[in-house]
């Protein structure tokens, strides 16, 4: 007798049932229950409201465990990408790209005063009111009109973004790649946003991944058969953010086909009244944010004394020590954009202390993720800088362990602040991102003129530990329990200060309590967790059992 399976219920509430085999397996396999994911609690969750009609959204375990992998395969890409880069140009050409980069990576959200960011906050909210489409359509055409408002203004006043910049006004022809660079910024960052808060990660990973692999291919291609210079690389990233919107367009068509036609439109005044202080409030975090991941480059530039081409070297050799901790921070900021929706999800139903038991989860598995992975890249250090660097960059192979430690700090703080955007108190990001550039900028005037490049990273890592410890002080404030397993994993990766052996002994000591005893994670968690593992593994394994017996099957 075929056994009947009952399907997951669909966004629509019918369930069919299917007696035939393949169709059975489709349902075994192609269903999406809502598991709680491998950062968070470990146990199934409800479904989502079914009237909320969305373009198959992945579930919250699904989007972890997408951006996982592609990550993985993402950051590969992108470090070998680097070690060309680093090998194939002069510290100076380096540094350039680095103030480039780190414009592009500030002005975007700055330039458009983070409306896109929104989405993860409120698609839900206006989701489940039926006001989805004017939602998106006013928010996107206020981010465009900005958008154009800033290339044309980096147009109008070159030498100033060039002196600005770069410290000096002779680099006009590369700052006028910058505002032609910094609309397609503007437009990935924008998709990728509404992506995560329509909770389509597939998408969002999509354009990530596409993004990754073409600014590999042109960069590449570019330093080979034009010039190796960072104009080469300005053109590629602009190249490659244009080619990941044109994959995106079909993503982007069927999102909007899909969501509900408004039954009524919400008065412009109370609309904005929301949108505006949220959205003001995360780019003054944003700009904060990236304020502080650029300030001490800023300050090497004009204020340690040296000529504009020797500061650029300097900034050369930082960019080698933050080529791989810098990954940290890029996968701790897209998790929490993942983790954002999902979350305001749990607020909006009033489950706010699953929102807090999840964060305390997540922070604690991403802390133990970087620590292990922040040892092993210090062991292995040397040969990157002396082999595959060819030597050019001892100063970077100094410093790397400070730059390991704050990196690390700083993807954490951008985890922790998701329970303050949840709780719409994202003026307390602000404060702390505040309150940490501020000993950011005082440290570097004391100690980067006496320590140089050493001084400026370690004014950097006492910042961001500063904004790390007021995150997480806020959000306890705001009610969040914070569990003591989860500041001793925010401590840990001090240990990288000490050296690559410490580092190694210290991950392993977390890695064995981890798994031995309950001073990470309580006895809950660790079912969960080999829960949540045992899961997906039986899935992989049905799945590998069921295409094998299909294939023998058409054999």
Request: hydrophobic fraction near 55%.
């Amino acid at each position: 007798m075929t056994p009947v399976v009952p399907s997951a219920p669909s966004t629509s509430g019918r369930v069919e049932l299917r007696s035939n085999l393949s169709t059975l397996r489709q349902q075994l396999f192609v269903a999406k229950p809502d598991w709680t994911p491998f950062f968070l609690s470990f146990v199934p969750h409800s479904q989502t409201n079914a009237a909320t009609r969305s373009p198959a959204m992945d579930t919250l375990a699904e989007s972890v465990i997408i951006l996982l992998v592609l990550q993985v395969v993402q950051r590969v890409i992108g470090f070998g990408r680097g070690i060309l880069f680093c090998r194939w140009l002069e510290p100076e050409e380096l540094g350039q790209w680095e103030m480039a980069f780190s414009f592009l990576m500030l002005a975007g959200p700055m330039a458009v005063f983070s409306l896109h960011s929104a989405f993860g906050r409120y698609v839900e909210h206006y989701r489940v009111r039926g006001q989805l489409r004017p939602f998106l359509h006013r928010v996107t055409c206020v981010t465009f009109l900005l958008a154009a408002v800033a290339v044309l203004a980096i147009l109008a006043w070159l030498p100033m973004f060039s002196r600005l910049i770069f410290g000096s006004e002779d680099r006009c022809g590369l700052t006028a790649l910058l505002a032609v660079a910094l609309a397609t910024v503007i437009a990935q960052n924008f998709l990728l946003d509404l992506f995560c808060g329509l909770r389509l990660q597939r998408s969002a990973s999509g354009v990530q991944a596409v993004g990754t692999v073409a600014f590999a291919v042109f960069g590449i291609g570019l330093l080979m058969a034009w010039q190796t210079t960072a104009e080469s690389l300005v053109v590629a990233y602009a190249a490659a953010c244009v080619v990941s919107m044109i994959v995106a367009v079909p993503w982007l068509l069927r999102a909007w086909q899909t969501a509900d036609e408004a039954t009524e439109r919400p008065p412009a005044r109370a609309f904005w009244s929301r949108i505006l202080p949220f959205a003001l409030w995360i780019w003054a975090a944003n700009w904060l944010a990236g304020a502080f991941a650029l300030v001490d480059r800023v300050m090497i530039v004009h204020c340690s004394g040296l000529e504009p081409t020797a500061a650029l070297a300097q900034v050369g050799q930082y960019h080698s020590s933050r080529l791989a901790p810098l990954l940290f921070v890029t996968f701790a900021g897209l998790l929490s954009g993942v983790l954002m929706p999902h979350l305001s999800h749990d607020w909006e139903n009033g489950r706010r202390s699953r929102v807090a038991e999840r964060l305390n989860l997540s922070l604690k598995m991403l802390g133990l993720g970087l620590l292990i992975a922040g040892a092993l890249i210090l062991a292995a250090a040397p040969f990157v800088f002396d082999v595959l660097f060819q030597g050019k960059f001892s100063g970077g192979l100094a410093v790397l362990p400070w730059t390991m430690t704050y990196c690390t700090w700083a993807g954490l703080a951008f985890v922790a602040r998701t329970y303050l955007h949840c709780a719409e108190k994202a003026s307390l990001a602000s404060a702390a991102y505040v309150i940490g550039l501020t000993l950011n900028c005082g440290l570097n005037f004391i100690l980067l003129p006496r320590f140089g490049l050493a001084g400026a990273v370690w004014a950097t890592a006492a910042g961001n530990l500063a904004v790390l410890a007021l995150v997480v002080l806020f959000a306890g404030w705001l009610g969040m329990r914070i569990e003591a397993s989860t500041l001793l994993v925010c401590a840990l990766p001090v240990s990288f200060a000490l050296g690559a052996s410490s580092a190694l002994v210290v991950a392993a000591f977390a890695v064995l309590s981890a798994i031995r005893t309950h001073w990470l994670f309580s006895a809950d968690q660790q079912l969960q967790l080999i829960a949540v593992v045992d899961r997906y593994a039986n899935r992989f394994r049905s799945t590998s059992s069921s295409t094998a017996t299909t294939s023998a099957g058409h054999v």
